[in-house]
Antibody, heavy 119, light 113 residues
């Protein structure tokens, strides 16, 4: 069974930093592109970042480029999102999501970890 | 960026009756390989999204056959043939044509009358 378990979400002040983690199991993590997607009541679902299986290809949404860094550790089946210069508008539930094989889409989602940016 | 517009945003339905949700794209989602990368998701309250359909009309494993998808180009539809109580929640369409720059529709909230 595919499982994605996020952690690291907390309350942080504007301008602060945070690292999210996602522990993957139930599939061969090292062969899949992985993503972070966030959800807010106001803006709905927003794709944040993507990293290829070998980390050679990395992409970011314009809203986070230059502030967030995605990375992975295939030996430990872990996905990360380093977040810096955080803003109130980064407040969201952050999901770790697997790219679907054979499709340009997303199949499995974690339960999410809540990041709140507030003074 | 590709913008997806869903309608309606709220859909009260009666158990046993059909339901239909529209998703319109700001540009064609047909890809150069001949496929159309449009996913549908269902999110129950307090849960993460679950994918129902991929490439417009292909059901994911375990998805009941009362869910179907259709459409091409810029216009797509999710249909539930007979709504059940467990179908409440929010439905989202998502495009993968500009992979990995995925974009989502605003969501359609389905509730039982």
């Amino acid at each position: 069974e595919v499982q994605l378990v996020e952690s690291g979400g907390v309350l942080v002040k504007p301008g602060g930093s945070l690292r999210l983690s996602c522990a993957a199991s139930g599939f061969t993590f090292s062969t899949y592109t992985m993503n972070w997607v966030r959800q807010t009541p106001g803006k709905g679902l927003e794709w944040v970042s993507s990293i290829s299986s070998s980390s050679h290809r990395i992409y970011y949404a314009a809203s986070v480029k230059g502030r967030f860094t995605i990375s992975r550790d295939n030996a430990r089946n872990l996905l990360f999102l380093q977040m810096s210069s955080l803003r109130a508008e980064d407040t969201a539930l952050y999901y770790c999501v697997r790219d679907a094989p054979g499709d340009y889409g997303l199949d499995y989602w974690g339960q999410g970890t809540l990041v709140t940016v507030s003074s | 960026d590709i913008v997806l517009t869903q309608s309606p945003l709220s859909l009260p339905v009666t158990v046993g009756q059909p339901a239909s949700i529209s998703c319109r794209s700001s540009q064609s989602l047909a890809y150069s390989d001949g496929n159309t990368y449009l996913n549908w998701f269902h999110q129950r309250p307090g849960q993460s999204p679950r994918r129902l359909l991929y490439q417009v009309s292909n059901r994911d494993s375990g998805v009941p056959d009362r869910f179907s998808g259709s459409g091409s180009g810029t216009d797509f539809t999710l249909k539930i043939s007979r709504v059940e109580a467990e179908d409440v929640g929010v439905y989202y369409c998502m495009q993968g044509k500009q992979w990995p720059l995925y974009t989502f529709g605003q969501g359609t909230k389905v509730e039982i009358k």
